[in-house]
């Protein structure tokens, strides 16, 4: 490989042998002797320097006379240069905690990211292109960080010697600088024709310019052995799509994934639900004219009030758990001292008017009004006049208060509707449930027996349902919420044995009151929320999740990632009960 550039050398300086006046230096066995020579011995002189440069650098070749830039190779591996790149491919839960993680790790060992490429447009699957630069002894570390952040699809790892390039353009390069040399030597002493010395000068042209380009690429082979480079492409799941109306295959992918006999799908959905009946407004309530017992809890008991309330309440666990750690947070916090406040889990098959009768429990989560003015307004002695009935006309004796929990097989004949048992306060907005959805499960077995056409048919009726059912509760459900507001007017509150409750000798309305949650107590109750839905989704290291924490994170995110397309941010719930008014055309105004 260094043969052709000195002979290129050696043909450029060719032209010099027709020189016509030129001063030489003859050389004897004494020492050095400066002479006039003739035109052709002068010319004979500049051909046999350049010959004796060309055998001087095949000396320099065939000793290997260049000093040794580090050890040799061939003896000490260590010292090698090798270039180290890989790719590798994730899918991620999400893909901003995935980058931050993926910036992080890479600071951590030393690294820094090259270049970076986000995609995360409306109606595609977000993803990310992120190239990482560590230092060579790092490369291991950060191939092995990747298990966090996600599911590793790919890694591909290549590693390129180029100690034997780089050993050879460092003795390629130095004879290139000797060449320099001479041929400076050469200009110094020119005395020829001006084309001969612009053949030296376009020959000491080239030379450097060989000389930069191969000290460009010692540069760049040092530069990319120090520095390891891996390139992370980052997904986010893509969406289940099901070619069948009414399927709902992320649901359904969570059953099959574990081992699921049963077919799902939605087929009713209903409007906004409130979020609790209690003794005492939790914020500001709607007091109705004369009701002296309202006005005199001004702006409410606050959550403070409620966490310190010592009530027993019937809260499903997700909201249970959520309201527990409100209350934590508040004890933390130096704002309340302890909790009190207790909790009745819900039975399967029991009315939560049964534990509200036998006085177990103070107060329950749901506010539904469509469903709510049937299960919890037992109607008695009904009129034309008065549809609704008497609430003062039923078995109003419940009788002594139970214990908790309440004995198998405990029923009840008293018709005590919750207003008149003290719950009367309704409270909105819906924290933990703006709408509900309720889902059909069908065997697979004889799912599969049905055809195609059977199949698809019933998806179909399905989809229609859960749509019409839910136009159907958002048209009544202010009348609903009216009627239950309603049906008390004129009622007072009753003791267990049936008597009218007094406070300060004076009788209780059992009217139903809505009232509002304050801003501050959403606020916890949300930072509430995010720890417990944290905790459901489990570790950032996937392969750390339990079963139950991969399926709620699926779930989780299939959420997170719809909410984000669409621009829901923050909180902000619809219009409680609905948005239809009580006629036609007109808003539901019931909430203030």
């Not at 109750?525 to 417990?532: C, G, K, S, T, V």
Request: proline share 7%; aromatic share 6%; charged share 20%.
């Amino acid at each position: 490989m260094r043969v052709p550039l000195l002979a290129a050398t050696l043909v450029l300086a060719a032209p010099l042998m027709s020189c016509d006046h030129s001063p030489s230096t003859a050389h004897t066995a004494g020492g050095t002797q400066n002479t006039r020579l003739q035109p052709r011995d002068e010319a004979a002189a500049r051909a046999s320097e350049a010959k004796a440069a060309v055998a001087n650098d095949a000396e320099v070749q065939q000793s290997a006379s260049i000093p040794p830039l580090w050890s040799d190779p061939a003896t000490d591996p260590a010292s090698r240069l090798i270039i180290r790149t890989g790719q590798a491919g994730i899918e991620v839960d999400s893909l901003e905690p995935a980058l931050d993680l993926l910036r992080m790790t890479a600071a951590r060992i030393g690294g820094f990211v090259g270049n970076a490429n986000v995609q995360t447009g409306r109606n595609q699957v977000r993803q990310a292109t992120v190239e990482i630069k560590v230092p060579a002894g790092r490369f291991d570390d950060l191939t092995d960080g990747l298990r966090p952040l996600g599911r590793v699809e790919f890694l591909n790892v290549g590693a390129e010697d180029v100690s034997e390039e780089f050993v050879d353009l460092t003795a390629r390069t130095a004879n290139a600088r000797r060449m320099e040399e001479r041929l400076l030597e050469l200009l110094a002493t020119r005395t020829g024709k001006l084309q001969d010395v612009l053949s030296v000068e376009r020959e000491l042209a080239r030379v450097r310019e060989e000389i930069e380009r191969m000290e460009g690429r010692l540069r760049y082979l040092k530069t990319r052995s120090q520095l390891s480079t891996l390139s992370v492409a980052m997904h986010e799941p893509p969406p289940l799509v099901s070619p069948t109306p009414g399927r709902n295959p992320l649901a359904q992918a969570v059953l099959d994934r574990d081992g699921g006999t049963q077919i799902v799908f939605p087929v009713i959905a209903s409007t906004m639900q409130g979020s609790g009946y209690f003794p005492k407004p939790i914020g500001r309530p709607q007091c109705h004219t004369g009701d002296a017992e309202c006005e005199k809890h001004g702006d409410g008991i606050g959550l403070n009030g409620l966490c310190t309330s010592g009530w027993r309440i019937r809260y499903l666990s997700p909201p249970e758990d959520i309201v527990r750690q409100a209350c934590d947070l508040l004890v933390q916090r130096g704002i309340i001292k302890a909790s009190t406040l207790q909790f009745y889990p819900a039975v399967g098959g029991q009315s939560v008017l049964l534990p509200m009768q036998t006085r177990t429990i103070q107060g329950f989560e749901f506010v539904t009004p469509v469903d709510d003015l049937i299960a919890f307004f037992p109607v008695t002695d009904p009129t034309p006049e008065r549809p609704v009935g008497n609430p003062d006309a039923g078995n109003l004796d419940c009788g002594p208060a139970a214990p908790f929990p309440i004995p198998a097989g405990t029923k009840s004949s008293c018709t005590q509707n919750i207003g008149q048992l003290g719950a009367r306060y309704a409270h909105h907005p819906a924290w933990h449930q703006p709408f509900v959805i309720s889902w059909v499960h069908v065997d697979k077995a004889i799912w599969n027996g049905l055809n195609s056409a059977q199949q698809t048919a019933i998806l179909r009726a399905a989809r229609e349902s859960t749509i019409e059912s839910y136009a159907a509760t958002e048209s009544i459900a202010c009348r609903k919420l009216s009627d239950m507001v309603a049906f008390n007017n004129g009622i007072n509150q009753r003791n267990p044995e049936g008597t009218v409750r007094l406070v300060d000798g004076k009788p209780v309305s059992a009217r139903i009151t809505l009232a509002t949650w304050p801003t501050d107590a959403l606020k916890v109750l949300r930072e509430a929320r995010d720890i417990h839905l944290s905790a459901l989704q489990g570790s950032q290291n996937p392969s750390e999740r339990t079963h139950a924490q991969q399926d709620f994170y699926l779930v989780f995110s299939a959420w997170s990632r719809y909410a984000a397309s669409i621009g829901a941010n923050s909180f902000e719930p619809g219009p409680f009960p609905a948005k239809t008014g009580l006629a036609t055309g007109e808003a539901c105004t019931l909430v203030r």
